[in-house]
Antibody, heavy 122, light 107 residues
Framework: EVQLVESGGGLVQPGRSLRLSCTAS????????MSWVRQAPGKGLEWVGF??????????EYAASVKGRFTISRDDSKSIAYLQMNSLKTEDTAVYYC?????????????WGQGTLVTVSS | EIVLTQSPDFQSVTPKEKVTITCRAS??????LHWYQQKPDQSPKLLIK???QSFSGVPSRFSGSGSGTDFTLTINSLEAEDAATYYC?????????FGQGTKVEIK
């Protein structure tokens, strides 16, 4: 059974940093791209970014709203994906979901974690 | 950036009715369109990939169609458990984008 479990969320002050983790199980982690999607309270879904599998270079892509502040990385030996969030803003407050990307270029998100809430507030 | 516009934003439907949700892309995206269901206080779940391919385990009453710029998610014979918000999502180009969502309420 595919499982994705996020951790690391919490309350953080504006301008500070936070790192989220996504621990995967039930599939060969290294074969898949991993994406992050967020949802502000009462709002819709927003794509944050993804990291390709090593077979596709392990490169990353980001939404304009987080580029230069957020970094996605992966540790295939531990089956963990990370989202490093720096210079956090109040508008980054959201539930952050880790997703598995399937298809030729992380086309669709076939499995999602339960989400972890990040609240950016002073 | 490709903008996805869903209609309607909200729909109140009686059980066994047919539901149709549309998603229009601001430019042609081929069949790179996927549908998700999010029930209250739950994570989204994939329903349809590549416009019309059902994801494993999804009930057969859910179907998708369309290509280019116009896409449709159809729920045949709505059940009470289908109360949720439905999102379309495109993977034709970066950045990946989602529609604003369509909330389906059961009367």
């Amino acid at each position: 059974e595919v499982q994705l479990v996020e951790s690391g969320g919490g309350l953080v002050q504006p301008g500070r940093s936070l790192r989220l983790s996504c621990t995967a199980s039930g599939f060969t982690f290294g074969d898949y791209a991993m994406s992050w999607v967020r949802q502000a309270p009462g709002k819709g879904l927003e794509w944050v970014g993804f990291i390709r599998s090593k077979a596709y270079g392990g490169t990353t892509e980001y939404a304009a709203s987080v580029k230069g502040r957020f970094t996605i990385s992966r540790d295939d030996s531990k089956s963990i994906a990370y989202l490093q969030m720096n210079s956090l803003k109040t508008e980054d407050t959201a539930v952050y979901y880790c997703t598995r990307g399937s298809g030729s270029s992380s086309d669709y998100f076939d499995y999602w974690g339960q989400g972890t809430l990040v609240t950016v507030s002073s | 950036e490709i903008v996805l516009t869903q209609s309607p934003d909200f729909q109140s439907v009686t059980p066994k009715e047919k539901v149709t949700i549309t998603c229009r892309a601001s430019q042609s995206i081929g069949s790179s369109l996927h549908w998700y269901q999010q029930k209250p206080d739950q994570s989204p779940k994939l329903l349809i990939k590549y416009a019309s391919q059902s994801f494993s385990g999804v009930p057969s009453r859910f179907s998708g169609s369309g290509s280019g710029t116009d896409f449709t998610l159809t729920i045949n014979s709505l059940e009470a458990e289908d109360a949720a918000t439905y999102y379309c999502h495109q993977s034709s180009s970066l950045p990946r984008t989602f529609g604003q969502g369509t909330k389906v309420e059961i009367k």
